[in-house]
């Protein structure tokens, strides 16, 4: 079935450094990868997205590369900021609709 | 604020009880999903609506069940409930199918004793 795999599952980084996500989707037919912002018993909220016929797309300090071939999706954040200490979630989405999501990313950036 | 609204935010309850939860998706949206995020399961796709109609359904349990009504609320409702359906119930609406931004609600928490 589909699923998405997502590494590593917790990252720590000093302030001002670089912070990378990578997730592996397993269904070719796939079209929206989104990212996810959540906060503790917040909702998610979206960071940034790309689609499938898109190889990359920036948003000031935050980046998202799609590697269709290899099925690998990337977010990138430099300058890393305390504030952006979260659990960072990707997705991917088929058939159009439901979103399929990793198993969560716990960033935190040490001041 | 995403725009979309659920209620109620905290739910306790104990086991064998029946509960709703209940969305309104921002104004526009056509489409509903619902998503359960627990502890070890993270966040699974439940069902979704789209129009009033039931459009993907997920890993959803046969105890529980949706609807999406003719103003395009939604309501989720879970029934003999059990210690494992204590999670955070997210709601997200979208303007229609396909690769479409997800907006989510804030939640409702249910706790289960």
């Known amino acids: 079935g589909e699923n998405v795999e997502q590494h590593p599952s917790t990252l720590s980084v000093q302030e001002g450094d670089s912070a990378v996500i990578k997730c592996t989707y397993s269904?070719?037919?796939?079209?929206?990868f989104p990212w996810y912002k959540q906060e503790l018993g917040k909702r998610p909220q979206l960071i940034i997205d790309?689609?499938?016929?898109?190889g990359e797309k920036k948003d000031q300090r935050i980046a998202v590369t799609l590697n269709k071939t290899a099925k690998h999706f990337s977010l990138h954040i430099t300058e890393t900021q305390p504030e952006d200490s979260a659990v960072y979630f990707c997705?991917?989405?088929?058939?159009?609709?439901?979103?399929?999501f990793g198993a969560g990313t716990i960033l935190r950036v040490k001041s | 604020d995403s725009g979309v609204t659920q209620t109620p935010k905290h739910l306790i309850t104990a086991t064998g009880q029946r509960v709703t939860l209940r969305c309104s998706p921002r104004?526009?949206?056509?489409?509903v999903y619902w998503y359960q995020q627990s502890l070890d399961q993270g966040l699974q796709f439940l069902i979704q609506y789209y129009n009033g109609e039931e459009r993907a359904k997920g890993n959803i349990l046969e105890r529980f069940s949706a609807q999406q009504f003719p103003d395009l609320h939604s309501e989720l409702n879970l029934s003999s409930l059990e210690l494992g359906d204590s999670a955070l119930y997210f709601c997200?609406?979208?303007?229609?199918?396909?690769?479409?931004?997800?907006?989510f609600g804030p939640g409702t928490r249910l706790t289960v004793l």
């Open positions: 790309i689609r499938s016929n898109v």
């Open positions: 997200a609406s979208s303007v229609v199918t396909g690769d479409n931004e997800q907006f």
């Open positions: 269904d070719s037919a796939s079209n929206y």
């Open positions: 104004s526009g949206d056509l489409s």
């Open positions: 997705a991917a989405s088929w058939e159009g609709n439901k979103l399929v």
